[in-house]
Structures are given as structure tokens and as C-alpha cells.
């Protein structure tokens, strides 16, 4: 079964910390996505990458960076975690120039920043 | 701007009764469009899709949705809910112009089922 691999379900950092998300997928898709959901605003997308090294900023960019260094991993950045940025983070990988066969998603990392 | 609109945060329906879930979409051209489920804790689970042709589609778990392009909505439903359907239901929109490959969300509806 294909997946999207979140390394953590739950975390808590302390304010200031530099924190690192982690995803993986197994479908060697090349495109890869971070979004955060917060309740009554839905998902919003952060960052996305079309490519190895390449990256975009997405709707939210601001306080994150992303890298990624293989095709299988794209890691979202917290440069210094802030309790605003307590939230759902869901990482998802798409196949293809359009991506539209649909999003595959990971099970989500739950941050609290205290 | 680019949007996709679900009118409803909370739906409360009783098992066995029928089920719709609204969804519009604001775009320059018809977006390819998508309904999401995800239960308490998970991910995100693809529904449904629609990129062209015929305006019913079928889904998983006896999910349909139709496109109205005059209405610009991809409503979600379901004949008969069952309990295990309660769960929070994302539409979302792929733009081919502009947009490049990044889904839009709606805020989600939350869906209750009363037993």
C-alpha cells in the first residue's frame, strides 16, 4: 500500500526552538506539499516542491523554509517555533505535471509550541 | 481570487437519512475538483474526483457528487448515512491555469451522525 509518512504524531516545542517535520513518501512522486489546518480556515499550503531542491512558497510561507535534498523527503522548517504556529501539519506527494490523480496524505503531526 | 467556498461548518443528520454536502468554487475555468474525508486524527482520504465528462461521479464508501457548472458547486451525497460516515469533508480545487498543481481547500464541514 502506497504512504505518506509523517515521522511524528505529536509534538511539543518550546517557543524559539528550531523544529523539523519530517515526511516521507514510497510512491516516488515528484511532487510534495506541506500544509497546516486549523480549524474553521481548512487547510492552508505552505510550501511545495515540484523537484528535488526546488521549492515554492505556498498561501503561508512566513516563519517556515522547507528542503528537499532526496525525492522521497521534504521536510518543513520551523527557523524559530512561535505559539502561532501550534496546529495540524499534513504532508501530501502527487504524481505527475498536474497532480490530478489526487493528493495522497500523511496522518498529520499535531505541534503544539509552548 | 481563486476559492473554494463549503457554506456549512456543522451538518447533523440522523443514520439512514440522505446526505448533501455543499461545496462552490470560484475560478477562471473549471477546476478539476475533489471531495476529502478525514476521520478523527487521520489524513486526509481522496472521495471523489472530477475532471470532465459526465457531471455524476461515483466515489468510495457510497459517495456521489454532481458538477453544476451554471452553479459552479460540486455538492456531496450520500442516499443513506451510516454512523461511521461522521467524520469532517473537505472540497477542493486543482486550477490548470494559474494555479499550477496545488489544491485549494474549503474550511470543511463536520458531519455528526445521530444514532
Known amino acids: 500500500d502506497v504512504k505518506v509518512t509523517q515521522s511524528s504524531r505529536y509534538l511539543v516545542k518550546r517557543t524559539g526552538e528550531k523544529v523539523f517535520l519530517e515526511c516521507v513518501q514510497d510512491?516516488?512522486?515528484?511532487?510534495m506539499f506541506w500544509y497546516r489546518q486549523d480549524p474553521g480556515l481548512g487547510l492552508r499550503l505552505i510550501y511545495f516542491s515540484y523537484d528535488v531542491k526546488m521549492k515554492e512558497k505556498g498561501d503561508i510561507p512566513e516563519g517556515y523554509s522547507v528542503s528537499r535534498e532526496k525525492k522521497e523527503r521534504f521536510s518543513l522548517i520551523l527557523e524559530s517555533a512561535s505559539t502561532n504556529q501550534t496546529s495540524m501539519y499534513l504532508c501530501a506527494s502527487s504524481f505527475g505535471p498536474e497532480g490530478a490523480r489526487g493528493y495522497t496524505f500523511g496522518s498529520g503531526t499535531r505541534l503544539t509550541v509552548v | 481570487a481563486q476559492s473554494v467556498t463549503q457554506p456549512d461548518i456543522h451538518i447533523t443528520v440522523s443514520e439512514g437519512a440522505s446526505l448533501e454536502l455543499r461545496c462552490n468554487y470560484s475560478y477562471g475555468a473549471t477546476p478539476y475538483l475533489f471531495w476529502y474525508v478525514q476521520s478523527p486524527g487521520q489524513g486526509l482520504q481522496l472521495l471523489l474526483k472530477?475532471?470532465?465528462?459526465?457531471?455524476l461521479v461515483q466515489g468510495i464508501k457510497g459517495f456521489e457528487a454532481e458538477f453544476k457548472r451554471s452553479q459552479s458547486s460540486f455538492n456531496l451525497r450520500k442516499p443513506s448515512v451510516h454512523w461511521s460516515d461522521a467524520a469532517e469533508y473537505f472540497c477542493a480545487a486543482l486550477g490548470l491555469t494559474g494555479g499550477g498543481n496545488k489544491l485549494t481547500f474549503g474550511t470543511g464541514t463536520q458531519l455528526k451522525v445521530e444514532l
Open positions: 510512491m516516488d512522486h515528484e511532487n
Open positions: 472530477y475532471f470532465s465528462g459526465d457531471t
